[in-house]
């Protein structure tokens, strides 16, 4: 997928002045937080489960090559095959292989971010396979030739008209005049043409919650089922996964699954959990004939033992994007790239380089709350902070700011300098507001003063105050 | 129940207090740092304010200029040792020294183990007035509908919440208004504000129409940085609510300052803000 993140700046402003962006934003704004709040208030342990979950993320992670290895002896004992795929390019031709093994025309696809991170379903067309999305959100924005805004909530950027304004142009086989009265008519057309394409595909494709090690399973959570019917008709199922998927046990994976419904939708469980471990048995009723993993490395490998590591924990949830200011100001989109959010703002200079993902982690407030929620405590504002460090040693930052930081150092360093500093800028900017409060422009000052107004300054500063009164008390 | 089996260990019956002023509170609103004076020292403390202090180095440690964080961390150690407590009237500043700073030194054991003793003794100031000395009730008054706004490091980093409310309910004349989403970050950031002004004063702008429509008058908070945001978007808008330090109401000092962006001059009738 194309890194448009260079472009933040920009994209955001755009984003804002969207009107329709805006009410589908201030629509669902509030309402994820609201549901967790409540899904942790009913559960008494979500604490202590916080922290369980990041332990076993944080052994798995610290072993990683061996349970890798022992996961990936169980799916070959199970019957699958593993495809180790270090780039998003061999990822995308391994998919391609198996689907010309069995002369593939159509796919169908269960919600996978790893999809769009190797940018598949334009590859695949390119070369003459059709993939479906299926999961309701994908499925219009396949539709709309758009990109996911939300790691969960995909069309979240969408309002209702749109959703009809897309069928309507897409199913045009249906009567003109039919109305959608409410949201289920939008599912159930979508419901019945789905269906057909579930029972044409030749491969199904799924992306993966969970890699379990020690059974060789892989997990999928869904609220729709469609990730069941998408891997369980077709003759063959491939499962997308990245490295840090896999878990030691079904136990460490109950756990897990305790912490990742209550702090994505609020819900206690996703209305589907499916595992699926290998091809059909013998005696099987069904279940693909082929069954194969393409796990994905495409730079994961590299955070591992770096200061980065920790954001290899994030089980995709999303309650740090539920959560943002940020996020909900500026939509996924902004962000410019496949994950958006503060998991992005830390994954993506990660993935696709700081060079070009620089503006991500500079577009935080660190107000924290991101940490706050997330359910394996990835330390994202520092992380944040990391990719500032590494900017800033490169010299990525732009100099005029580089300056501003070592004049500003300079005088921080030297107090006596920094009082006569502060006093006079102090008395200056009180003297030019002459009494009226506050600035409605400023020189140098654009950035602050295009939709704020700048407080003047009292005119004296605290250090001068308070020397001339311990001066008069003597 | 008898002191000696209190889990708490008494507070000092007189402490030694450095105040950390913070930059914006030197150069912009001196007020808030002898707002700060006078609720500590009615609190029992011996306050101080050490000369050498400048900035908590978080404009450079958020820039990602680590180097000279950790220099500016060095000054402040030699600067505010020796104190039973510094005490500073933000959260974000406090949330630097407590929190940040000494992870600037985790290549250094020694100055690490220095760092991690000083941050053990830094404050913000409400919490301190109530956590650590106690205080249940101040002498002040404010005639007006008050909401407060939680600053993000004074709430997540350290833990001001109740403390706040507990001393506003203690002025006279004060009503407290609850707003919608009162923790949700304002927008400020620090250089975030300048460097991606549109999207800063979106929050902004939440934020002061969330005061507005709690009925509040007036809206108070602990971090200059916020409250220069808000204050600033509020007057660009034409909100008629006026915007203050918590420590200025908490220290009864409101009728010596006018509200933050508001004109100093006395203004006719009719004219300006009330």
Known sequence: ?474 | MPDSLSAQSPPLKSPRVALFVTCLVDLHRPSVGFAALRLLEAAGCRVEVPRAQTCCGQPAYNSGDRATARDLARRILDALAGYDYVVAPSGSCAGMLRHHLPHLFDDDPNTRAKADAFAARVHELVSFLVDVRGVTHVEARYEGNVTYHDSCSGLREMGVKAQARTLLASVDGLTLKEMNEPETCCGFGGTFSVKYPEISVRMASDKTRDAASSGADTLLAGDLGCLLNIAGRAAREGRDIRVRHVAEVLAGMTEELPPIGAPTRVAKPGEGRK
């Open chain 1, 1 to 474: 997928m194309n890194v448009d993140s260079p472009d933040f700046k920009r994209r955001a402003k755009r984003a804002l002045d969207n009107a329709s962006l805006q009410t589908a934003l201030t629509a669902t704004r509030g309402a994820f937080a609201a549901r967790r709040a409540a899904a942790v208030a009913a559960l008494p342990e979500f604490e202590a489960l916080r922290d369980a979950a990041k332990a076993i993320k944080d052994h798995t992670l610290a072993h990683l090559d061996f349970y890798l290895e022992t996961y990936a002896a169980n799916v070959e004992r199970a019957g699958g095959h593993v495809h180790w795929c270090s780039t998003a390019d061999e990822a995308r031709e391994a998919v391609l292989a198996i689907c010309r093994g069995v002369d593939a025309r159509t796919v169908t696809k269960g919600k996978s971010m790893i999809s769009e991170e190797i940018a598949l379903n334009d590859y695949l067309e390119a070369n003459g396979v059709q993939p479906v999305e299926t999961d309701l959100g994908e499925y219009i924005l396949q539709l709309r030739h758009e990109a996911p805004s939300h790691i969960i909530a995909p069309a979240i950027h969408l309002n209702r008209d749109d959703w009809e304004t897309a069928f309507r142009k897409a199913h045009t086989d249906r009567p003109a005049d039919r109305r959608f009265a409410e949201r289920r008519d939008i599912m159930v057309e979508a419901r019945e043409e789905l269906r057909e394409k579930f029972l044409a595909a030749d491969v199904g494709i799924t992306g993966a919650n969970f890699l379990i090690a020690e059974t060789g399973s892989s997990v999928i959570v869904t609220n729709e089922g469609n990730g069941d019917l998408t891997q369980t008709l077709p003759k063959v199922h491939i499962v997308l996964a990245s490295i840090e998927k896999v878990v030691p046990t079904l136990e460490d994976t109950t756990s897990l699954l305790r912490v990742l419904a209550r702090s994505a939708t609020g819900q206690d469980f996703s209305v589907y959990t499916t595992f699926s471990t290998g091809p059909r048995q013998e005696g099987d009723l069904d279940g693909p004939i082929d069954y194969h993993v393409i796990l994905l490395d495409n730079g994961r490998s590299a955070m591992v033992g770096s200061e980065f590591q920790d954001m290899l924990r994030c089980i995709r949830c999303s309650a740090c994007m539920n959560h943002c200011p940020v996020f909900f100001a500026v939509g996924g989109h902004s962000y410019g790239w496949v994950y958006p959010g503060p998991m992005g703002s830390v994954l993506t200079p990660a993935l696709v380089g700081i060079e070009r993902a620089g503006n991500l982690p500079n577009a935080s407030t660190f107000c924290g709350k991101c940490e706050s929620v997330c359910p394996v405590k990835i330390p994202l504002p520092n992380l944040m902070r990391h990719w500032r460090e590494r900017e800033f040693e490169r010299h990525l930052a732009p100099p005029v700011v580089r300056a501003n930081l070592a004049l500003w150092a300079w005088f921080a360093r030297h107090p006596a300098a920094y009082r006569l500093a502060t006093r006079a800028a102090s008395r200056a900017m009180a003297l030019a507001a002459r009494g009226r409060g506050a600035f409605r422009r400023l020189p140098f000052a654009g950035g602050w003063t295009g939709g704020r107004d700048f407080p003047a300054p009292e005119g004296e500063t605290f250090f001068a105050r308070y020397a001339r009164e311990q001066r008069r008390k003597r």
